[in-house]
């Protein structure tokens, strides 16, 4: 994940989605009517294939014979499920989560808190981070933030699982805890962790029938979008943060996702997952489309000043800019097929027209377009 400020996470797992600025995108009133037909076009061709792929089928169920299960699907030797899959001699050892409703439940990573909610299970979350933004989750009591919780007001809630980002030191929080809770380092940073994850944490809170059926729909929606045919060969300059400058590079939740839609990454070659390379030396790369995520360290590409070294690159010069909400689009939750989808057709709506011979100028921002609410449960 991206490097991150002491007290706010700044990577695309952890946006805030507060934008710096409260101008809005520019008015697309004077956009060419075949740009709007392209659109139309696009977003009707690629919403059938997912929708018709999206079919539910039935839930697989990863359940030992007992009916209980670990977090990552193994079974404990009595039966009963340890949060970390390894086996319990007895309730000393490890706190048993059987997957019961009343399991208490303080997350610190706002993916996890989308995908509880969405399985229905956000009665089982007592406790949340203050820049957790999840709607369903608002009234919650706050232990502090992503990257620094309070102990003692964790403590106090007495939780039976806490869950924290992978890359976040917890050795304080199981200090203060004990042998009363369980700490589960939970990884959502990638494409294919929402769908396993989905899975694990409805085995977790006794929604697993809601968690497959969750994962089935996500991995359908994936699927679908690398059956399809691209509208033309894009390769996609990525933006994450203004100042210092940082970009989407290779094994990242972006390259992810313009894998799945058959995007290139401008930046594939790249040796760190997020770099932070001087604009001027992008400025040769061959590069299609700038996709730039608003909100976390993005305003609108309007409103960024026209003195900025991100106004001069090509793909700003020729106007091939696509906004998309950050929130969507930097998390592993259950809206990651939605987040492929609307990215599918902001890149298909850039190729060039056939009857131009030319992609549309200016920046294309989709906030128009219809979105799924992240509190809203999956039927």
Not at 4 to 23: F, K, L, M, Q, T
Not at 75 to 91: E, F, L, R, V
Not at 156 to 180: F, I, K, N, Q
Not at 316 to 342: D, I, K, M, Q
């Amino acid at each position: 994940m991206p490097p991150a400020r002491e007290g706010r996470a700044r990577g695309p797992e952890h946006h805030d989605g507060a934008s710096r600025s409260s101008g809005q995108p520019p008015s697309r009133a004077g956009r060419e009517p075949a740009l709007a037909a392209a659109l139309v076009v696009a977003a009707i061709s690629i919403g059938v294939a997912v929708v018709a792929a999206c079919v539910e089928s039935p839930p697989s169920r990863g359940l030992a014979t007992n009916g209980s299960a670990a977090i990552d699907g193994s079974a404990a030797i009595d039966g009963s499920a340890t949060i970390d899959g390894s086996a319990a001699a007895d309730g000393s050892t490890a706190r048993r989560l059987g997957g019961a409703s009343s399991t208490r439940i303080v997350t610190l990573l706002p993916a996890a808190s989308a995908v509880l909610v969405a399985l229905g299970a956000e009665g089982s979350v007592v406790g949340r981070a203050a820049d957790d933004r999840t709607p369903a989750l608002a009234h919650r009591a706050v232990v502090g933030t992503v990257l620094r919780a309070d102990p003692e007001r964790v403590r106090a809630l007495e939780p039976d699982l806490v869950l924290v980002p992978p890359s976040t030191p917890h050795e304080h929080l199981a200090a203060a805890l004990g042998a009363t809770a369980e700490i589960r380092p939970i990884g959502l940073e990638r494409l294919n962790d929402v769908a396993a994850q989905a899975r694990a944490l409805g085995r977790v809170v006794g929604r697993e029938v809601e968690g497959a059926r969750l994962a089935d729909r996500l991995e359908a929606g994936f699927d679908s979008l690398r059956r399809r045919t691209p509208g033309c060969p894009r390769a996609v300059l990525w933006a994450v943060g203004l100042v210092p400058t940082v970009v989407a590079g290779p094994g990242t939740l972006p390259d992810d996702l313009l894998g799945v839609v058959g995007a290139h990454n401008a930046l594939a070659d790249a040796r760190v997952p997020w770099p932070r390379p001087a604009l001027e030396e992008l400025v040769d790369r061959a590069v299609d489309v700038m996709v730039w995520p608003v909100g976390g360290d993005l305003p609108p590409f309007a409103d960024v000043p026209r003195s900025s070294p991100w106004k001069r690159l090509p793909a700003a010069r020729v106007g091939s800019v696509v906004e998309l909400e950050s929130e969507l689009v930097h998390e592993a939750g259950p809206r990651l097929a939605e987040a492929a989808t609307r990215l599918a057709i902001a890149l298909d709506a850039t190729c060039p027209s056939a009857a131009s011979g030319s992609a549309p100028r200016g920046p294309l921002p989709l906030h128009h377009l219809p979105l799924r609410h992240p509190s809203r449960r999956l039927p």
